[in-house]
């Protein structure tokens, strides 16, 4: 497993002195240098063969604007070619035609100690995807649990250390929250989702350093705090107190809809703020482009579930 080191705070904070005045929350200065290490994942990816925008369930989608399978294809090649460059393992389920969203993989169910959640989507366009990724599972060796409940996977349930994060208020459902915390005999913690273009949880949240337990260290998650609640923003403050407040501007390329493994991150190439920021705290951001799928609404977390066996 390849170990990696900080790079020198001091001298990238000299190098980056411009970025740093330009957002809030950095302070080179009080910032802990960690030893970042990358673990290999196991993904789940769709590939985009039928990738068009003919409905609008969130307010990235619009039918009139045309869209480009091939051009959707190629980004998500992309995608997946720096996953297995990073050493990670990509499974694949085939897109069912008529199903276009099929290729937001985080959306299809949420997966830890081999127990696949399935999803049952809010939206009736969505709602045959739920089945056929429950298939996908049940044929790749992972026990299945049929959902109760409205939730949305991966989009609305992240894990970091015992902790499960959970979104609400434009997708899953907060019973969903509690089927969770019951299967998986972990702590739940409800967020509040407030604005709709940040309607799943990972748009909202990226989550850094998964395995960062109960003493987080610097920079475990990354958020938008207006795109919650002040009850949950306080949450969020209370339990992540040196978390990586991003901008506006690059949540709204969908910045945090990105995927690390403890060193690297995938994130949207437009995102050029949050990618300092990453940077400062010891990660590595690597920038991909993902266009043809943000008029989906998605990005690289979107296009990425994954499997925890
Ligand atoms: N068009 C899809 C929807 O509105 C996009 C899903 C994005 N997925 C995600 N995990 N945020 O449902």
């Given at each position: 497993m390849p170990t990696h080191t900080t790079p020198d705070l001091a001298a990238a904070a000299g190098t980056t002195v411009a970025d740093s005045a330009a957002i809030?929350?950095?302070?080179a200065d009080t910032v802990t240098p960690f030893v970042r290490q990358a673990t290999p994942h196991t993904y789940l990816m769709c590939r985009?063969?039928?990738?068009?925008?003919?409905?609008?369930?969130?307010?990235?989608?619009?039918?009139?604007i045309p869209t480009d399978t091939a051009k959707a294809l190629a980004q998500w090649q992309s995608l997946y070619d720096t996953y297995i460059a990073l050493g990670h393992t990509v499974e694949l389920i085939d897109q069912i035609d008529?199903?276009?969203?099929?290729?937001?993989?985080?959306?299809?169910g949420f997966v830890i100690d081999n127990i696949a959640y399935g999803a049952s989507f809010t939206h009736a366009e969505r709602q045959a995807e739920g089945p056929a990724y429950m298939r996908w599972f049940a044929d790749h060796g992972f026990r299945v649990v049929e959902p109760e409940n409205v939730n949305e996977g991966e989009g609305d349930f992240m894990l970091v250390g015992d902790t499960i994060l959970a979104g609400t208020?434009?997708?899953?459902?907060?019973?969903s929250h509690e089927e969770v915390a019951r299967i998986y005999g972990r702590e739940v913690v409800t967020l509040n989702l407030v604005n709709p273009n940040f309607y799943h949880l990972d748009t909202a949240i990226a989550?850094?350093?998964?395995?960062?337990?109960?003493?987080?260290?610097?920079?475990t998650i990354a958020y938008l705090?207006?795109?919650?609640?002040a009850a949950s923003r306080a949450e969020l403050e209370r339990r992540y107190p040196d978390a990586i407040l991003v901008s506006e501007a690059d949540a709204a390329v969908l910045g945090l809809n990105s995927i690390s493994d403890g060193y690297n991150v995938v994130i949207a190439a437009r995102a050029v703020g949050f990618e300092a920021q990453l940077r400062e705290r010891g990660y590595n951001p690597i920038g991909v482009d993902l266009s043809e799928l943000l008029l989906g609404g998605g990005g690289v977390k979107c296009c990425t579930l994954e499997l925890r066996r």
């Open positions: 809030p929350n950095v302070n985009p063969d039928y990738f068009t925008v003919t409905y609008k369930i969130n307010p990235w989608m619009d039918p009139a008529g199903l276009p969203d099929m290729v937001y993989s985080a959306n299809g208020g434009f997708r899953s459902a907060s019973n989550v850094l350093n998964e395995s960062a337990g109960q003493a987080p260290d610097a920079a705090p207006s795109a919650f609640d």
